[in-house]
């Protein structure tokens, strides 16, 4: 499987980004799309992931209720809006792809995109 992110740029706090990840390969064998990001100087965190079927999404408490993970099976898509954007939202982002594991944890995804940098001015 390999993943595409793409989507990421400038923004200015309060503003608004929708990051895209198209996958490729054997996407039938993924379960669980994530989001995941890493800040500067800061470990790799889990942002948002969401199921085969769309219908289980699971976000970290510091994006809840300002980002949307979505996916299109259909064109092997998964999307990330993010609203309300901080600075402290500044980072690289990866989408991820798993078999079946759990959904935040980031050593269980088997598959990794190549990063899109988000970058957030206050």
């Known amino acids: 499987v390999q993943l595409q992110a793409s989507g990421g740029g400038l923004v200015q706090a309060g503003g608004s980004l929708r990051l895209s990840c198209a996958a490729s390969?054997?996407?039938?064998?993924?379960?669980?799309m994530g989001w995941f990001r890493q800040a500067p100087g800061k470990e790799r965190e889990f942002v948002a992931a969401?199921?085969?079927?769309?219908?289980?999404?699971y976000y970290a408490d510091s994006v809840k209720g300002r980002f949307a993970v979505s996916r299109n099976n259909a064109e092997n898509t998964v999307y990330l809006q993010m609203n309300s954007l901080k600075a402290e939202d500044t980072a690289v982002y990866y989408c991820?792809?798993?078999?079946?594991?759990?959904?935040?944890?980031?050593?269980?995804?088997?598959?990794w995109g190549q990063g899109t940098l988000v970058t957030v001015s206050s």
């Open positions: 991820a792809a798993q078999n079946l594991g759990s959904a935040r944890n980031g050593r269980e995804y088997d598959y």
């Open positions: 390969g054997r996407t039938k064998s993924t379960y669980f």
């Open positions: 969401i199921s085969w079927s769309g219908y289980s999404t």
